[in-house]
T-cell receptor, first 115, second 117 residues
Framework: NAGVMQNPRHLVRRRGQEARLRCSPMKGHSHVYWYRQLPEEGLKFMVYLQKENIIDESGMPKERFSAEFPKEGPSILRIQQVVRGDSAAYFC?????????????FGPGTRLTVL | AQKITQTQPGMFVQEKEAVTLDCTYDTSDPSYGLFWYKQPSSGEMIFLIYQGSYDQQNATEGRYSLNFQKARKSANLVISASQLGDSAMYFCAMWGAYNTNAGKSTFGDGTTLTVKP
């Protein structure tokens, strides 16, 4: 009964490179959320997706960031032309979406370091 | 807009004593859920407890209970009989019902709890 899986756990990129973060939701979960956590801060909502649909991307920076959740395969958070300020922990969460209030189950996070 | 406020950046508690972590919120949504998560030093986010805005009784999960006062817009977490393993960062969060407003997930800045032996 695997939980939410994220890979890689740690990612180092140089400025200007692309970062791809992957998230496989829990079995049976069709809703995925991405969050960013800067050092010593709380989580900031980025985007909420269902299969093949972006439901709410109000927390996504307008440029360089994109997310997808294809019909098959994991959800991908893509950061193009990374800058030092993108260094953070990126968490993915999933929920089943079939109850009134659906708790979100979090993955272990991907720690992105931009050199 | 939704807002979560955790006014205690750090808290200390003696082992085996109870501790209350404060959380106040603001929202214009008529229906919402309030959640608490624990983040130990290892970094993972662990779901602890939730309270629906229309739930009549305060939620409890083992040593965790949520003191929900809707009129005051507060959702404090109470940990009874603290253990050394409770030392962690605790986040209060909220989002809407049926995932229609789940995209408005809002987290507080967290409270660091340290349990002293």
């Amino acid at each position: 009964n695997a939980g939410v899986m994220q890979n890689p756990r740690h990612l180092v990129r140089r400025r200007g490179q692309e970062a791809r973060l992957r998230c496989s939701p829990m079995k049976g979960h069709s809703h995925v959320y991405w969050y960013r956590q800067l050092p010593e801060e709380g989580l900031k909502f980025m985007v909420y997706l269902q299969k093949e649909n972006i439901i709410d991307e109000s927390g996504m920076p307008k440029e360089r960031f994109s997310a997808e959740f294809p019909k098959e395969g994991p959800s991908i958070l893509r950061i193009q032309q990374v800058v030092r300020g993108d260094s953070a922990a990126y968490f993915c969460a999933s929920s089943p979406g079939d109850r009134v209030y659906n708790e979100q189950f979090f993955g272990p996070g991907t720690r992105l370091t931009v050199l | 807009a939704q807002k979560i406020t955790q006014t205690q950046p750090g808290m200390f508690v003696q082992e085996k004593e109870a501790v209350t972590l404060d959380c106040t919120y603001d929202t214009s949504d008529p229906s919402y859920g309030l959640f608490w998560y624990k983040q130990p030093s290892s970094g993972e986010m662990i779901f602890l407890i939730y309270q629906g805005s229309y739930d009549q009784q305060n939620a409890t999960e083992g040593r965790y209970s949520l003191n929900f006062q809707k009129a005051r817009k507060s959702a404090n977490l109470v940990i009874s009989a603290s253990q050394l393993g409770d030392s962690a960062m605790y986040f209060c969060a909220m989002w809407g019902a049926y995932n229609t407003n789940a995209g408005k997930s809002t987290f507080g800045d967290g409270t660091t709890l340290t349990v002293k032996p």
